[in-house]
């Protein structure tokens, strides 16, 4: 049994630890000289390595009486290219790849040793009884192609997108923010030669039924600011420029201000006195909508106006106008129709010296365009219907966009926003939407997302998930499927590209994949502990959702108290990989952003701190090898702070026993109360470090390892992040917080 038994082809070396054990320095050296002097002789280590292989050839040339039967035949040629191939770049087992159980690098065996195909399964019937929901990462032990293979897929057209992305988004200047020389590079490689003019006649052409269908009535001044703006107009201070030399600037209610001024090159200007926009540091706009920021949202258009549309929480004031009294469980319970207000903010751009590129205009001020009132309760989600192939033509349609709209009344609204060329401002109430759709009995909808200009996907506080097509006039979903156990906080489809995934997320922390084509069999999900990510990013260039991850939603005990950005390949959802990672003590994650129709690599993230981020997750995610010298480019990731914001009560914070006389609302929270900003920004961008364990070199004092986690006010938070979705503005970012202060700048440079 010995002779015929089967031995593993890798390589084995003498370990000199035990070979040489006994022996003493001199003595050693004295047996090397005279071995030396009868002549030359073979390695020691080599020549063990060289019987022991040549041992377990001859074993398995000579197992089954001597003679090799054809699966034997394929060990043979296995063992020998064991020997010949470097162990680097490890082939898998097409028959393994083909059935789904390709085994994980981390069980694999220490020397990458093919394993023995099995005779007893033909190929064909893998194929055809096969049925996988993912494949393992293999990213610890296996070659670069092996990687692109399992993470990507196999194919031409699979690997086409990340190889392009590879090429364009990994140069030093897109390191963090992108640069506009990549991103007018990128626009020429993906846009066809006159799409822009043919995508303006065919929206042209086309009827609007949506628009048709709604009723807006103008309203007067008075009645807008009594119910559906701030009746009080606010003011707000703003601490602005470098460390030293900052100035208080007024913030009025609804009003624009340039903090670029605090930012001159020339640092002899007066306060308030603007300067050329080469001569600043920093350049962009803070607007004051009085309330913690809801929801942001950029209309798609490449036009010159860049239209941005704004949500504010409603205040108590504005609750207390409405008939009914909300349940004591609101968050699963329609509430009472109290006002509300959409803004939509124009911005005036202008062309810069890149082709294709725009920015800013720093000379015209932004201005109120559209402000519409609604009487369905707090607005919880807003996002713009995917145009027709490409964009509207603001000019010639007389329509920004269809606008989707999720309030706590449970229901979804779709609205055809209007657009006017006046400078004074379109204000209508919103009495009857284009499109309404009602929930389910005994739920409500809870979030929203498009899957294309026809098709609408809405989450559900049952955990349900329900597809409309909205070229069908009728109000039925199409498919329903039970994606959770309960309340659905995000959903996020494979958009712009035509894969049919939704990822979405639940109260429990679940994060859950599924293909739309067969819900029911097709659904994988990944636990975590608790604090689930409010928000999912969808990266088209390397088909990877993104997301956050908190200390407390991690499975791992951790000593670090940062919070993490996260990826999750599509072919293996389960397998979290960490892209960067947020500095300790600063809070949760509560906003992410990524470019919403995949114009660049770059993502936005934000904290309860008031800090915002950006990096570039593609220096993660790609592949490379240790001695490539572009691993110094792709295996760096690199974090750079865009902003830090700072808020302070104008008034001393209430007594637990409220004995200021200050009510809170255990649900809505107290409404936003009057302080001062203040910004920090010119910041660097830095190595992220993953590593959690201390320098041994330094001497750091004991950390607690109990649950304690920093507390900051709930103004100081960031709130919500947008990316512009259009290919001449995909530099513009927009930020909001808690406060009720936005700021929107280009972050596009010239790098």
């Known amino acids: 049994m010995s002779e015929n038994r089967r031995r593993s082809a890798r390589q084995r070396k003498v370990n000199p630890k035990y070979a040489n054990d006994g022996w003493d320095k001199g003595t050693l050296r004295l047996l090397r000289e005279s071995s030396e002097s009868s002549g030359s002789s073979p390695d020691e280590n080599a020549k063990a390595a060289e019987l022991d292989v040549d041992v377990e050839v001859r074993a398995i040339k000579t197992s089954g009486g001597g003679h090799a039967s054809s699966a034997d035949g394929d060990d043979v040629s296995m063992a020998s290219d064991a020997v010949s191939k470097s162990s680097d770049v490890e082939t898998p087992d097409e028959d393994d790849e083909e059935n789904g159980t390709l085994a994980s690098n981390e069980d694999a065996p220490a020397g990458n040793a093919p394993r023995r195909r099995n005779p007893r399964l033909p190929r064909s019937a893998a194929s055809t009884t096969a049925h996988s929901r993912g494949l393992p990462s293999g990213h610890q032990r296996s070659g670069q192609s092996s990687i692109y293979h399992l993470s990507f897929g196999p194919d031409v057209e699979d690997l086409h997108d990340i190889l392009q992305a590879r090429d364009t988004w990994l140069n030093g200047r897109d390191v963090t923010l992108p640069s506009r020389a990549t991103l007018s590079a990128a626009h020429a490689s993906q846009t066809p030669d006159g799409a822009a003019e043919k995508a303006s006649k065919f929206a042209r052409l086309q009827s609007d039924p949506i628009m048709e269908n709604q009723i807006f009535i103008k309203i007067e001044d008075n009645e807008l600011y009594a119910r559906y703006l701030l009746q009080d107009k606010p003011s707000h201070s703003v601490v602005l420029g470098p460390l030293g030399r900052q100035q208080q600037f007024p913030l009025e209610y609804c009003s624009p201000l340039d903090f670029g001024q605090a930012w001159p090159k020339a640092f002899g200007l007066e306060q308030g006195q603007t300067s050329p926009s080469q001569e600043r540091y920093h350049e962009g706009w803070l607007l004051n909508v009085g309330e913690k920021v809801q929801c942001l949202a950029w209309a798609p258009g490449d036009e010159g106006v860049q239209y941005l549309a704004i949500v504010a929480r409603c205040t108590s004031t504005q609750r207390q106008l409405a008939l009914g009294e909300e349940d004591i469980r609101p968050a699963f319970h329609p509430s009472p129709a109290y006002p509300s207000a959409i803004q939509l903010w124009a911005f005036q751009t202008q062309a810069t010296g890149v082709k294709g590129i725009r920015t800013l ?9 559209v402000v519409i009132g609604t009487d369905w309760g707090n607005i919880r989600h807003i996002k713009w219907r995917p145009p027709p192939r490409y964009s509207y033509n603001y000019e010639t349609s007389n329509l920004i966009g269809h606008l989707g709209v999720l309030s706590t009344d449970g229901s979804v609204r779709i609205l055809a926003i209007p657009v006017s060329s006046s400078t004074s401002p379109l204000i209508f109430k919103a009495d009857h939407a284009g499109l309404t759709i009602p929930p389910p009995p005994n739920t409500l909808f809870t979030t929203l997302t498009f899957a294309g200009p026809t098709d609408l996907i809405l989450g559900a506080t049952d955990g349900s998930i329900h597809l409309f097509d909205l070229s069908d006039p009728s109000t039925t979903p199409y498919l329903t499927h039970n994606q959770h156990n309960t309340y659905i906080l995000s959903l996020c489809t494979a958009t712009p ?56 939603g991690n499975t791992h005990t951790e000593t670090s108290s940062a919070t993490f950005i996260v990826a999750h390949h599509l072919r293996h959802f389960t397998t979290t990989h960490r892209v960067a990672k947020l500095p300790e003590h600063t809070g949760a994650a509560t906003a992410l952003a990524g470019s919403p129709g995949g114009l660049h690599p770059c993502i936005l993230v934000g904290n309860a701190k008031g800090q915002v981020f950006a990096t570039n997750y593609l220096r993660k995610i790609m592949p490379h090898r240790r001695n490539d010298p572009r691993s110094k480019i792709g295996a760096i990731a690199w974090m750079q702070k865009i902003c830090e914001y700072d808020w302070r009560p104008l008034t001393p914070p209430a007594t637990a026993d409220g004995s200021l006389g200050v009510d809170i609302d255990l649900y809505h929270g107290r409404d936003t109360r009057k302080g001062v900003s203040r910004f920090h920004e010119g910041f660097k961008p830095e190595k992220v470090d993953f590593g959690i364990a201390a320098n041994p070199k330094k001497k750091t004092p004991k950390k607690d390892l109990g649950a304690a986690e920093p507390i900051f006010e709930e103004e100081n938070a960031v709130t919500a992040l947008e990316w512009n979705p259009n290919h001449s503005c995909a530099g513009f970012a927009a930020m909001g917080w808690g406060s009720g202060i936005v700021r929107v700048q280009d972050l596009a440079h010239d790098m």
């Open 361 to 369: 205009s720093m000379q015209t001020k932004p201005r109120l365009a």
């Open 497 to 552: 590209s035509s894969l049919p995934f939704l990822a979405s997320t639940s109260a429990t922390g679940e994060l859950t994949l599924t293909d739309l084509r067969s819900p029911e069999q097709d659904t994988v999900s990944v636990p975590r502990a608790c604090f689930p990510a409010k928000d999912l990013v969808f990266a088209p260039f390397t088909r990877t959702f993104i997301t956050t991850l908190d200390r407390a």
